[in-house]
């Protein structure tokens, strides 16, 4: 039997209205969850940061914590909505500060359009945008089944 890993994701909220969709396809071991190579994945939260400066934060941190989570995943919208959020770092540093958790930056792929648009504008030259990419870029079949 498999180790199963307790992961909660937040998302930003400027796409509070999103079903998940690309991140729950995605933890079939792609994107982000494709570091999860010899595990199980269990999803014990969704929701969003609350909007900036991530008023929820605190509060989800110690909710998904509550229900088991051992990873956070800060949502790949996170990164390629425009422009990126601006306080990855700040929630990375408080949730693993705070809780017994590992915060990793993404979940699905980037989609076709949005790594085109922040190549063109030059938004992943970089940091800290340009140290997420690796976990969240694919290759261009993978990225291609998330347009």
């Given at each position: 039997m498999k180790e199963?890993?307790?992961?909660g994701i937040i998302i930003c909220d400027r796409y509070s209205c999103c079903a998940g969709g690309k991140c729950f396809r995605s933890l079939k071991k792609e994107g982000a969850f494709s570091i999860y190579t010899d595990t199980d994945l269990e999803l014990v939260g969704y929701t969003t940061c609350?909007?900036?400066p991530g008023g929820n934060i605190e509060y989800v941190g110690a909710e998904l914590?509550?229900?088991?989570?051992?990873?956070?995943?800060?949502?790949?919208?996170?990164?390629?909505?425009?422009?990126?959020?601006?306080?990855?770092?700040?929630?990375?540093?408080?949730?693993?500060?705070?809780?017994?958790?590992?915060?990793?930056?993404?979940?699905?792929?980037?989609p076709p359009s949005y790594l085109d648009t922040h190549t063109?504008?030059?938004?992943?030259?970089?940091?800290?945008?340009?140290?997420?990419?690796?976990?969240?870029?694919?290759?261009?079949?993978?990225?291609e089944k998330y347009a």
């Open positions: 199963v890993i307790k992961i609350d909007g900036c914590v509550k229900n088991g989570a051992e990873v956070i995943h800060l949502a790949t919208g996170l990164v390629i909505g425009y422009p990126p959020g601006p306080y990855i770092e700040t929630f990375i540093g408080f949730l693993e500060n705070r809780y017994p958790v590992k915060v990793i930056v993404g979940t699905h792929p980037i063109h504008l030059g938004t992943f030259e970089s940091p800290p945008e340009k140290e997420y990419l690796p976990i969240i870029l694919s290759d261009a079949a993978i990225r």
